[in-house]
Structure formats: structure tokens, C-alpha cells
């Protein structure tokens, strides 16, 4: 089981990364990507800090640690200079900081995020099915969260990705320890946004897959 997209106090979250690592692994997750929010404020410091962590991080440990980043609520031009910035530092997920309904998200994110290099567009709300299709053609995950208010849109997007070819990915957005939900808990979030099992299984084989890719760059 793997999780994407969780933070730590090097933004918002509570915990030191060794803790949400800890905790995942607890919960018996098999790999997790810290991916703490980031603009051009943060985002050289906060990328040195999670690669830093993460090349630290035991090989020998039950839990594998994936350098990410999430750039949330930057003005949509941005993202193709920031991502590139992030790759340069060694992040090898990116989060896009999606249109949620529940925040004040600049129209255009979702657009402009999925035309750069982006790994995943998380929570992003009433997709339209241009997006979607874009999010399709370039390969990109479209994100099914167990985060309060978030959520709401679950339903949609997984529609939106059934229709169009577009890859799902389940992730936490887990900013304190009550946020850590199990793989179990997790996969129910999926099986309630309409997912079939067999879809939920398909997910974690295409994630699987990515992160091996990953791995080998």
C-alpha cells in the first residue's frame, strides 16, 4: 500500500518526517512521499530538507521514503518554472495543489498544472472533462482523498477518470496523526467515491509500477 502525499512540520503538518515515516510504516504502508506545500518562498529550503531526509532515510527499513513537494496555491504561471526548480533539487514527486471547492484556488490551476511536469493533481474538485482529458494524455494522476473537504469531490473525479482513460491514485493529505488511516480505511475511501475493488487493485499495481520507474532515475 503507498501514500503520496502527507506533511510534515516542514509546512503545516505536526510531525517530523520521522515520525509520519514511522506512523505509515505502523499502519503497514510499503511507501509514502513527503510532500510538504511549497511556493518560491519555500521551496529551495523545503526541497533540500525533504532530499536530505530522504537519502538519509534506512535502506534497510519496511518503509520506502520518496522525496515530493506540493506546490499549492501558487498563480497558475508558476507551475512550469517551479516544477522544473524542483527537479533540479532532486524532488521526484510533484504535487499540484488541485481546485479544490473548499479553498480559493486560482481558476486555470488545474490547466496549467497538468501542462507542466507534475506527477499528481491532487483534489482537484469539479475537474472539467478537458482537464480530464489532458490529465489522460500526459500520463498524470488525478487524486481520490481521504481529507476532509477535499473529499467532497471524490465522486466526480472518479467518474470523470472512468470516462476518460485517466489514472487515479488514493492518497492521505495527512497533516496530523489522526490523518494516518490505514490502508484498509484508505481503500474504502476509494470503494465510497464508486471505485470497484478490481479498479482499487489496478490503481496500486499503476502506482507500483510508477515508483519503480522512480526508483531506477
Not at 490523518?179 to 480505511?185: A, K, L
Request: net charge negative.
Amino acid at each position: 500500500m503507498y501514500n503520496l502525499h502527507s506533511h510534515t512540520f516542514l509546512s503545516d503538518g505536526d510531525l517530523l518526517p520521522s515520525e509520519v515515516a514511522v506512523r505509515y510504516q505502523d499502519k503497514g504502508y510499503k511507501a509514502i512521499a513527503i510532500t510538504d506545500h511549497a511556493d518560491y518562498s519555500n521551496i529551495k529550503q523545503v526541497a533540500k530538507a525533504i532530499v536530505e531526509f530522504c537519502r538519509r532515510w534506512p535502506k534497510h527499513s519496511n518503509i520506502r521514503v520518496i522525496p515530493g513537494i506540493e506546490l499549492t496555491h501558487v498563480p497558475p504561471e508558476q507551475f512550469k518554472p517551479l516544477t522544473a526548480l524542483a527537479r533540479k533539487e532532486g524532488i521526484k514527486i510533484i504535487i499540484a495543489h488541485g481546485e479544490t471547492p473548499v479553498e480559493p484556488v486560482a481558476k486555470g490551476t488545474n490547466r496549467l498544472a497538468l501542462l507542466s511536469d507534475i506527477d499528481i493533481l491532487a483534489h482537484p474538485g469539479l475537474i472539467s472533462d478537458e482537464d480530464t482529458e489532458l490529465a489522460a494524455k500526459r500520463g498524470v494522476f488525478l487524486e481520490i482523498t481521504s481529507r476532509h473537504g477535499h473529499n467532497q469531490t471524490n465522486s466526480h473525479v472518479a467518474q470523470q477518470a472512468r470516462k476518460f482513460g485517466a489514472k487515479l491514485i488514493l492518497n492521505n493529505d495527512s497533516h496530523t496523526p489522526d490523518d494516518i488511516i490505514s490502508p484498509e480505511e484508505l481503500v474504502e475511501v476509494g470503494l465510497n467515491a464508486g471505485l470497484t475493488q478490481i479498479e482499487i487493485d489496478e490503481i496500486y499495481q499503476e502506482v507500483k509500477t510508477f515508483l519503480d520507474r522512480k526508483e531506477k532515475r
